[in-house]
């Protein structure tokens, strides 16, 4: 017997050349191949130098690591002629080979169990709450927050702040008295500010629950009154509210009628502007008060130059020498107070220190008059000149010129079409509440329009600079 078919004793398959008795489990391929070659006295070196295998492959072969052989068909070729080269048989070889293939692919094939599904309660899915769903919620939670008080600062601010009047109940009363008390609602905190007929300002405060009121003092005739509020915080004004108080004159004896049956009256003249020592920038001074006589007269006396101070009396006549002394002429009025007494006329001065005589004539009584000084300063040449053209829109003003308020423009509602011109030395602060009504002309230079429709707020005007926003409201 050969060495071969000693080899072969025990390795054959059982339905081929094995017995079905010999039940002796055959050794692995690689121990088979590595038995016959030391059977035949050869090492790997000299197998790779006679088969031309690589000896990498060769000793992949015989240790079982079929990882480090190339494809199977590689594979095959190498078990085949190895097998053949250590005289075994080559058919043999090769189906042992795929048998210990299969049961490789066998072992290391694991089954995937699924895992179990959970069971889900009736009526649908459970909704889970992670910790990232609770900081987005929180997330949007401050942004929605932000968002809102962004909204609601911005409609503070865009709000005009509303002013109304409890008593009198009508902006236009007739009232027999000295004195009334202002009453209204507005903003908590609101600031209201009252001109009365001579250009006078009160001022008052609206408490927590926006409630205000002011005395302020009639005199008989026409009192005419306009009240703004001003929000604390964004400092927007709001729309003038005009009131109209009519105190009754004393009543005139009807003609024949005999002193016992009524009375006769006193003639009675209220002054209630220009106010004496009046400063005016531009030249234009305001005649205005209340009478029980028929008839108004203004008259007006050159006094000097604004730096002299003169001695005479305001009550005094003028005497002829100082009616010949050289001077501007003034000008004057004569006029009929209303249907209630009041009157109201506008007089355009020189520069200069002037006394307006104002009287009031009734017929049978003896006339009754008012003096007041006042002072036109001149517009410097490197001065200011404003010329305001009301366009579109009304709007109302306020004028403060080098620290003074100008005579006429405290708190004054300008009209569509009309164009007026005031002067200053240094500095001019103008307050409005339409910026967009008011196109304006500085010393012949074309600035266009002041703002926008609606824009409220105060600007200062100097010589040759632009106009800048004033950081608080004219005063």
Not at 169 to 175: D, F, G, K, P, R
Not at 402 to 414: F, H, K, M, Q, S
Not at 448 to 457: A, E, H, K, Y
Request: proline residues 9%; aromatic residues 4%; negative net charge.
């Amino acid at each position: 017997m050969t060495a071969r078919h000693q080899l072969r004793i025990g390795n054959r398959r059982l339905g081929r050349d094995r017995a079905p008795i010999d039940a002796t489990a055959a050794p692995p391929v690689g121990e088979t191949l590595q038995l016959a070659r030391e059977r035949k006295g050869v090492d790997l070196f000299r197998a790779e130098r006679d088969t031309k295998i690589r000896l990498r492959y060769l000793s992949a072969l015989e240790d079982g690591d079929y990882a480090e052989l190339p494809a199977p068909v590689y594979t095959k070729g190498f078990l085949r002629n190895y097998a053949i080269y250590l005289g075994l048989e080559p058919e043999e070889i090769l189906d042992r080979w795929r048998d210990e293939m299969e049961q490789m692919r066998t072992a290391t094939r694991v089954a995937v169990v699924p895992p179990p599904m959970p069971l889900l309660e009736p009526g649908g899915r459970r909704l889970t709450i992670t910790p990232s769903m609770i900081v987005a919620g929180l997330v949007a939670l401050v942004v929605l927050a932000f968002v809102g008080y962004i909204g609601i600062q911005f409609m503070r601010f865009v709000e005009i702040t509303p002013v109304e009047l409890i008593n009198p109940a009508n902006v236009v009363s007739q009232i027999d008295a000295d004195k009334i008390t202002l009453e209204g609602i507005s903003d908590p905190g609101a600031e209201i500010r009252i001109s009365g007929p001579g250009g006078e300002l009160y001022n008052a405060t609206a408490n927590e629950s926006g409630d205000w009121s002011r005395d302020v003092p009639l005199a008989r005739g026409r009192n005419d009154f306009t009240i703004v509020a001003t929000d604390p915080v964004t400092q927007r004004q709001s729309s003038p509210l005009a009131l109209t108080i009519s105190v009754p004159l004393p009543a005139e004896p009807s003609p024949g009628a005999s002193p016992s049956a009524a009375p006769v009256v006193a003639l009675e003249l209220t002054l209630s502007g220009p106010a004496d020592g009046t400063l005016s920038q531009d030249g234009r001074i305001v005649v205005s008060g209340s009478t029980n006589g028929s008839r108004v007269t203004i008259a007006s006396e050159y006094l000097g130059q604004p730096d002299e101070n003169p001695q005479a009396s305001p009550l005094a006549t003028p005497s002829p020498e100082a009616s010949e002394a050289p001077g501007p002429i003034g000008p004057a009025a004569d006029l009929a107070p209303n249907a209630v007494g009041g009157f109201s006329h506008s007089l355009h001065f020189d520069p200069g220190r002037w006394r307006i005589t104002v009287a009031s004539y009734a017929s049978g009584q003896t006339p009754v008059a008012r003096q007041v000084e006042v002072l036109v300063q001149p517009a410097a040449a490197d001065g200011i000149e404003l010329v305001i053209q009301v366009q579109g829109r009304r709007s109302w003003v306020r004028i403060v010129a080098d620290g003074v308020r100008i005579e006429g423009y405290g708190n004054r509602t300008l009209r569509p079409g009309e164009t007026h011109t005031v002067t200053a030395l240094d500095e001019m602060c103008l307050r409005t509440g339409n910026a967009g009504a008011l196109h304006l002309t500085l010393n012949g230079q074309d600035l266009g329009t002041l703002g926008r429709n609606g824009q409220t707020g105060s600007w200062i005007i100097r010589p040759g600079q632009d106009l800048v926003r004033a950081p608080s409201p004219c005063n």
